[in-house]
């Protein structure tokens, strides 16, 4: 059962471009939604988090949108540049359960100079 | 040390022999997780040990899989008679409170299976 489905598979911006990518889980007891950077033969490094009881949180050029009601969040990433070229994970978990991430299937992003 | 350390970087197993993969979390991170990833997949839950006690194992996919972490602090995953679908990137992560904040990530181990 794949519980955190992730959009898109792929994604290719312009330098300076607004990157997004999509987010929908099912689980409604996921309180807690991590967003992942992954460079080839690295492991993967936390970006930004969210917890539900906020619609939206910054941090520099990273944003993440949550929409409860939908059970969607997404990453938006502004002004993308090239050094941004990384696959890009979301993940939700449940914080009184042992902390247990469930990942999306990942986004490949190319930010084209 | 700085971040979470894991031995080897690569392993190649011949199918039906036994392997064992190091993960040395960082320094006084109660809770440690291991993730399977395969290629051009998102990781997978394995187990998760809060200090030496292992208190989730339901991510492992068969008996052939067994993780320990004696003294609370290096883990050790262990899979026996390796399996061509076992090949993979094995990732540790450690985070520092007994529930989620952040989980560091270590590199990984990319074992392949011939």
């Known amino acids: 059962q794949q519980q955190v489905k992730q959009s898109p598979q792929s994604l290719i911006v312009q330098k300076g471009g607004i990157s997004i990518i999509n987010c929908a889980y099912e689980n409604t007891a996921f309180d807690y939604f991590p967003w992942y950077q992954q460079f080839p033969g690295k492991g993967p490094a936390l970006l930004i988090a969210?917890?539900?009881?906020?619609s939206e949180k910054k941090e520099g050029r990273f944003t993440i949108s949550f929409n409860k009601s939908a059970k969607q969040f997404s990453l938006h990433i502004m002004d993308s540049q090239p050094g941004d070229s990384a696959t890009y994970f979301c993940?939700?978990?449940?914080?009184?359960?042992?902390?247990?991430?469930?990942f999306g299937e990942g986004t490949q992003l190319t930010v084209n100079p | 040390g700085a971040g979470v350390s894991q031995s080897p970087r690569y392993k190649v197993a011949k199918r039906g022999q036994d392997v064992a993969l190091r993960c040395d979390p960082i320094?006084?991170?109660?809770?440690l997780f291991w993730y399977q990833q395969a290629l051009g997949q998102g990781p997978e839950f394995l187990t998760y040990?809060?200090?030496?006690?292992?208190?989730?194992k339901s991510g492992l996919p068969s008996d052939r899989f067994f993780a320990e972490r004696p003294e609370g602090s290096v883990s050790t995953l262990k899979i026996q008679r390796t399996q061509q679908e076992d090949s993979a990137v094995y990732l540790c992560?450690?985070?520092?409170?007994?529930?989620?904040?952040?989980?560091?990530f270590g590199q990984g181990t990319r074992l392949t299976v011939v």
């Open positions: 320094s006084g991170h109660v809770s």
């Open positions: 040990f809060q200090n030496e006690a292992q208190l989730d």
């Open positions: 992560a450690s985070s520092f409170r007994e529930r989620l904040t952040e989980a560091f």
């Open positions: 969210i917890r539900p009881d906020v």
């Open positions: 993940a939700a978990s449940k914080e009184t359960s042992g902390s247990r991430l469930t």
